[in-house]
């Protein structure tokens, strides 16, 4: 059962648009067992069109095409399609209905342009679209499918969910596939590989493993193929099990859950309130924390010290030692994290300094050295971290470290290395 | 001059990233008078590569290849361009020079796997990686061009701009296209249509207006094509000396500089310092104004402040104020303008209150309810605004309008609704 998306539209082609549409698509029909071979994003072109589905045809048993719908007179869609399956336009009464509906709640009258998106080829199946007015179109060909949907996300995706999907399952005979996403925060993408191996070389042959990195982060994407849901529930399971007695300290959560958020939930259940006090974060820690809704309830606020007396003035970090130390130094990082956990009067308060870069870096404290801190009931944990050369990565991997090492002491899981 | 983008991933086709890449090329490739005709999205797979290829080569001049560099196993790419090319890999010293480089800056040692990334096929020119290990790979054919890019984003980025779109206008014809673009922030898309409406209708036929929205920001990009380069300068000088004249109070720059950007260039050019005070924001002005590299002259340091505590403690809030007008109102906002300028002892300081939402709004005050203050030389100006409902929104464009709402105070153009 191989599916391939066509989306046509100009606007995708020079980047106006991009394309989520094939992505939503390509998640739906994956998790219901179809298997997604190719994307293409072609221009409103009869000849195009024409030549796509063609390509498509000879892998794929079903074609999902999306754009080229609207009202405006620059979609050659249907009458493109009418010639492919060798068929016409004509009126269709119920499609007419439906239209008319749409308008009559807007208020509007119906125009001769969108009249006309009632004719639809004779030997389709039209699908109901409840959002818009144009109708979808399913046509059958040597048990192959064809299927013709609106761009508008807003009007195709339901056309989706409750037309196409169940319409798809009754004609063929779908596999189970089951994904579980590992989230892991660290090390790099080649250091996870390396540490996972054996693990990896011992996968069962239904079962793909894919590294899915993003800045800061490695996702490890977990793919069983089989028969049977609960069984290849229990492998997955397993495997996951194996693999936290190699990599458990790198992993923060499951399913696409943000770094952020997981931590925000830690500190709800061990119901823990946390502040921070950043230098070379900038910021960026408390916005990530309060970017998840009701973090309100552990998040008390930041000390954003970026000068020198404003880490003396508000957090009270020593002035000699910053002199003596310099601000990217154990000493006043660790003296940030203090200052912060008692000024906020929270459990516990990370703290940053480092040199983010680009200018700012010496031979001792290349740019990327990063001191994080965390005051906690527990006393002050230290960490010197070297990131890269790139400012924004920088302060990303910082913040997502300190974050990370927030979680791990919340929970009580944190050993030095 | 034909393209066509191939983008190789099972996490596209799946869903799980969405296709970003193919959108951002396509746009600077239509700014380079390159046409985009087809884009692809396909999987590891050797035969889909090979068969893509083949057929995009029956269109295209210039195929871009994004995905399948990494240094794990799954990455097949690198070998099925060898024997698509019929040559081989060949250990490339260049490319392992800087893949040792990268990781002497990371302290890290360079496994095998790192090490294979420096075989490369012989027959192609190597484009440098300036964010990775990955290089990528110009490969010339029939007077055909094939070019290979890892697909993380940053990696690529900076490979297409200064490696490919050079090597691309060296060796094709591409007509001149002038482009500029008019940065505005302050109201949607509709709204400056609207606006611009008159001016719109009346550009001359070698003159394209496309509207570009992001969150909270939208970009109007003129496209001038031509033979005369001076002339495509001259007549959209002239345009944009109108567009002036109809939103100059939108316009925060030119030309996809950001916004934080242009706030920090100003504040430099008149030699003034800033603090933030935040709340609703949580730190996101802080971290923008941070993300910007040399921030440090001008930025001193933030106060977060999302507990009422922490506003009457760092910022001197009255606390009878926060008890009787609620922390989301005109009082507060001012207090902590005030609190933050006379703390950080800087010429400005921004204050955010509001209510980001999802929850916390109420009849009075709905959700996306937002004041926002600035306190200067002069005295403190507050504005209130109502964003919508979406809590990233809110924050972005809150931050956002509080910082050309600080530009245009520091230029002595503000004037209050």
């Not at 067992?33 to 071979?37: D, Q, R």
């Not at 719908?69 to 050659?76: E, N, V």
């Not at 130390?325 to 130094?329: F, K, R, T, Y």
């Given at each position: 059962m191989i599916a391939e998306i066509i989306s046509i539209g100009d606007e995708l082609l020079i980047g106006?648009?991009?394309?989520?549409n094939a992505s939503w698509m390509g998640e739906l029909l994956n998790r219901n067992?179809?298997?997604?071979?190719q994307i293409k994003v072609i221009a409103d072109d009869k000849k195009d069109i024409l030549n796509s589905i063609d390509n498509s045809f000879k892998s794929a048993d079903i074609i999902l095409l999306t754009g080229g719908?609207?009202?405006?007179?620059?979609?050659?869609t249907k009458h493109t399609l009418c010639e492919y399956f060798d068929t016409k336009l004509v009126f269709n009464e119920d499609a007419f209905s439906r239209i008319k509906e749409i308008f009559r709640l807007r208020n509007f009258k119906v125009s001769a342009v969108n009249k006309a998106q009632a004719d639809l080829p004779e030997s389709c199946t039209p699908l109901k679209n409840i959002n818009g007015t144009a109708s979808g179109m399913w046509f059958e060909k040597n048990e192959k499918v064809l299927v013709s949907m609106p761009g508008v996300p807003f009007e195709m995706k339901p056309m989706m969910e409750n037309e196409v999907i169940p319409r798809v399952k009754a004609k063929f005979k779908t596999p189970v596939i089951l994904h579980k996403t590992i989230m892991t925060q660290g090390i790099g993408e080649s250091f996870l590989a390396k540490k996972i191996e054996d693990w990896e070389n011992s996968l069962p042959q239904n079962i793909k493993l894919a590294y899915l990195p993003q800045p800061g982060i490695v996702r490890l994407r977990l793919s069983a193929t089989g028969e049977n849901k609960i069984k290849c529930e229990q492998i997955i399971a397993e495997l996951i099990e194996k693999l936290k007695l190699l990599i458990g300290d790198l992993i923060f959560g499951y399913d696409n859950i943000l770094l952020e958020e997981a931590v925000g939930e830690s500190l709800k259940l061990h119901q823990k309130t946390v502040a921070t006090a950043e230098s070379c974060t900038g910021g960026y820690i408390a916005h990530l924390l309060t970017s998840i809704a009701g973090s309100s309830s552990y998040f008390k606020g930041s000390a954003i010290t970026y000068a020198n007396e404003i880490k003396e003035n508000i957090l009270g970090v020593s002035h000699e030692d910053l002199e003596k130390?310099?601000?990217?130094?154990e000493t006043v990082v660790k003296q940030m994290a203090i200052g912060a956990h008692k000024k906020f009067e929270t459990d516990y308060a990370i703290a940053t300094s480092g040199i983010a870069g680009p200018d700012g870096g010496t031979e001792g404290k290349p740019v990327g050295t990063t001191w994080i801190a965390i005051a906690g009931p527990d006393g002050v944990l230290a960490e010197k971290h070297h990131f890269g050369e790139h400012r924004g990565r920088n302060i990303r991997r910082a913040a997502l470290t300190a974050l990370f090492m927030l979680k791990k002491i919340v929970e009580g899981k944190y050993s030095p290395e």
């Open positions: 106006q648009v991009v394309n989520t067992g179809i298997k997604v071979k719908l609207g009202p405006t007179k620059d979609d050659i130390e310099g601000a990217v130094s």
